[in-house]
């Protein structure tokens, strides 16, 4: 999400990166942003872009900037998710084809994030990253399961080493957001998923890219075949 603005909007597609991040629960609420100079950095814009576009979300009531030795900028609302729940159905009618086209487009392209993050050597820190991930995922409180599952599934993406990748697993994730977060939770199908994301989390630390992406496969899959069955 952090990966280098492009383009000659580099204000509105810097709001932009902050608020997908908000919104995939990568910085999530109550969590403070990276420090101004690594963002910078990272985005490659100007302090003065990112102090505008940051000023921009806290004026939105997004952020919200403390000083002192704790200080720093927080996130203190995650956007539309926040409020009332909304109707899946009704989503799902809004997105009309572009619903069936998110859900094809992450089938072909999730397991091959998976298969190219076991595919690769990685780091402690990114070994460390995706166990963490993969705990918190299984946690069934409501108001922080879709976040940390979206963060599990961010996590796989950015081990695959590839920016583009990450980027179009961001996207997708963004577009399915509301929707996932609005269909009845199922029990069984929570015991289904924790099940396979341990199989796609153990198979890319064993460096096993055939298992990992026939399970993240199965994972698509289920998720697909879960929103057309409730979704008609």
């Given at each position: ?14 709001v932009a990166r902050l608020a ?96 190219l993050a076991a595919g690769r ?112």
């Amino acid at each position: 999400m952090w990966r280098p603005v492009r383009g000659g909007n580099a204000f509105e597609i810097t709001v932009a990166r902050l608020a997908q991040a908000i919104r995939l629960g990568l910085v999530a609420v109550g969590e403070r942003l990276p420090p101004e100079r690594e963002l910078a950095e990272q985005l490659r814009v100007s302090r003065v872009t990112l102090r505008e576009a940051i000023a921009a979300l806290r004026e939105a009531g997004y952020l919200e900037s403390r000083r002192g030795r704790a200080g720093g900028t927080f996130v203190v609302h995650s956007g539309p998710n926040s409020g009332p729940a909304l109707d899946a159905g009704t989503l799902a009618r809004e997105m009309g084809d572009q619903l069936h086209d998110a859900l094809d487009f992450r089938r072909v392209l999730e397991p091959g994030a998976a298969a190219l993050a076991a595919g690769r050597p990685l780091s402690a820190a990114q070994r460390s990253r995706l166990v963490a991930c993969l705990t918190a995922s299984r946690d069934r409180d409501p108001t922080t399961r879709r976040v940390n599952d979206s963060r599990l599934h961010l996590a796989i993406a950015a081990a695959s080493g590839s920016e583009s990748v990450a980027a179009a697993v961001a996207d997708v994730q963004l577009r399915l957001d509301q929707l996932l977060a609005a269909i009845p939770v199922i029990r069984r199908n929570l015991d289904h998923s924790d099940a396979q994301h341990t199989m796609i989390v153990d198979a890319i630390l064993a460096g096993d890219p055939e298992v990992a992406r026939v399970g993240m496969e199965e994972h698509c899959d289920g998720t697909a075949e879960l929103l057309r069955g409730l979704l008609g």
